[in-house]
């Protein structure tokens, strides 16, 4: 069955990074990209930005262009997503769910990782 | 930038249908997405591209896409339908709207 499985939550301080894994099982990697979403307390869905697990092609928010950076290591089926100068308003939980494409749906997802930056 | 817009709740008694609207400039033109999310879990998908169930998805479930509005349907809801949903295009890049909390009494 798929599986994507998350790295432990993380506290960090203002202006420091993150760097969030996704570990995928049940499927072929390369054949699904990784989309990655988060979630501030008590509010809503945000799109991060999608990478191609093929290819390595991004497509990132543009709010956050420049701050983040997703990769995938394909020898061991898992995603990165590595967050940069950290702010409070980037406290969240943090997931990756897989997607056939940046356009597309999000049809199995990971359990969230909780990321807590702290001033 | 593209904005999606639904209502912030929706009640609905046990057994009835609950109707969740999502509303965004030309919107029929685009895929709609639908998923669900309960507290502490992460977001399940339950419509894609309009219309289409994901296997493991109750039939009650059903999505529809014309004109400015999208809209999930759940027909004869039930208490474990409680949760946020969520719509999702793409539009440049993935866009949500900010969440439905369906509340079944």
């Known amino acids: 069955q798929v599986q994507l499985v998350q790295s432990g939550g993380e506290v960090k301080k203002a202006g420091a990074s993150v760097k969030v894994s996704c570990k995928a099982s049940g499927y072929t990697f390369t054949s699904y990209g990784i989309t990655w979403v988060r979630q501030a307390p008590g509010q809503g869905l945000e799109w991060m930005g999608w990478?191609?697990?093929?290819?390595?092609?991004?497509e990132y928010a543009q709010k956050l262009q420049g701050r983040v950076t997703m990769t995938t290591d394909t020898s061991t089926s898992t995603a990165y997503m590595e967050l940069r100068s950290l702010r409070s308003d980037d406290t969240a939980v943090y997931y990756c769910?897989?997607?056939?494409?940046?356009?597309?749906?999000?049809?199995?997802w990971g359990q969230g990782t909780l990321v807590t930056v702290s001033s | 930038s593209y904005e999606l817009t639904q209502p912030p709740s929706v009640s609905v008694s046990p057994g009835q249908t609950a109707t969740i609207t999502c509303s965004g400039d030309k919107l029929g033109d685009k895929y709609t997405f639908w998923y669900h999310q309960k507290p502490g879990q992460s977001p399940v998908l339950v419509i894609y591209q309009d219309n289409k169930r994901p296997s493991g998805i109750p039939e009650r479930f059903s999505g529809s896409n014309s004109g400015n509005t999208a809209t999930l349907t759940i027909s004869g809801t039930q208490a474990m339908d409680e949760a946020d949903y969520y719509c999702?295009?793409?539009?440049?890049?993935?866009?949500f709207g900010g969440g439905t909390k369906l509340t079944v009494l």
């Open positions: 769910a897989r997607a056939k494409a940046a356009a597309g749906n999000f049809d199995y």
């Open positions: 999702q295009v793409w539009d440049s890049s993935t866009v």
């Open positions: 990478i191609s697990s093929y290819n390595g092609n991004t």
